[in-house]
C-alpha cells in the first residue's frame, strides 16, 4: 500500500555531502511525520531527523548544524542533506513515515559510505 523508495546514497570522502531523498506513495502525505534513521554494523538503529508535517525538524545532537531534513510536499518527497560528512556517519540509512496507529512504513534503505 504505501511504498518509500530511498535514493542518493554512495560513497564520499570525509567532510563532503550527500543529499538523500525518499518519494512516498499510496499515502496523505502532508499530513505524515516523517523521519531518517540510520544504523551502522554493530549498532542500534537510531533517528537521524525528524521533520513534522509542518516541517519542524529535530535532529540527534551529533548531525546538528551539518544535516538538515526537508519536505516537498508537493512532490511527496523528503530529503536529508548530509554535509562535512564524518566517517562516523558510516550506516544505511532509512526512511520512515509514521501516523500512529494507521502507518509505520519503512523504506529498503540506502548505504552511505565515508572514507577516512
Known amino acids: 500500500q504505501v511504498q518509500l523508495v530511498e535514493s542518493g546514497g554512495g560513497l564520499v570522502q570525509a567532510g563532503g555531502s550527500l543529499r538523500l531523498s525518499c518519494a512516498a506513495s499510496?499515502?496523505?502525505?502532508?499530513?505524515?511525520?516523517m523521519g531518517w534513521y540510520r544504523q551502522a554494523p554493530g549498532k542500534q538503529r537510531e533517528l537521524v531527523a525528524l521533520?513534522?508535517?509542518?516541517?519542524?525538524?529535530t535532529y540527534v545532537d551529533s548531525v546538528k548544524g551539518r544535516f538538515t531534513i526537508s519536505r516537498d510536499n508537493a512532490k511527496n518527497t523528503v530529503y536529508l542533506q548530509m554535509n562535512s560528512l564524518k566517517p562516523e556517519d558510516t550506516a544505511i540509512y532509512y526512511c520512515?513515515?509514521?501516523?500512529?496507529?494507521?502507518?509505520?512504513?519503512w523504506g529498503q534503505g540506502t548505504q552511505v559510505t565515508v572514507s577516512s
Open positions: 520512515n513515515l509514521r501516523r500512529p496507529p494507521v502507518f509505520d512504513v
Open positions: 499510496g499515502t496523505i502525505f502532508s499530513i505524515d511525520v
Open positions: 521533520i513534522t508535517p509542518n516541517s519542524t525538524p
